[in-house]
């Protein structure tokens, strides 16, 4: 299952949740119970072919050798 980030649109509290990829609806808010959540897009960290990491967007990273979220080329 996936970790997303959330955040709370009543009290601003950013939290991550481990969810369920048939679940629709957002999780409530660890810190006042709202279920006025939104999903935050996240970075991700691409591995270079020399085993290092670089994080960012994708379409960043794509020109600087970085194998890009959700490209599958993670080493």
Do not use: R
Not at 5 to 31: A, M, Q, R
Not at 41 to 70: P, Q, T
């Amino acid at each position: 299952m996936p970790i997303y980030e959330y955040k709370c649109n009543k009290c601003g509290h950013i939290f991550e949740e481990l969810v369920s990829v048939s679940k629709s609806e957002s999780p409530e808010c660890l810190s006042c119970g709202s279920l006025d959540t939104i999903k935050l897009i996240s970075a991700c960290i691409g591995h270079l072919s020399d085993g290092s990491s670089e994080s960012g967007s994708y379409s960043s990273s794509v020109g600087s050798g970085a194998a890009g979220c959700g490209s599958g080329g993670f080493s």
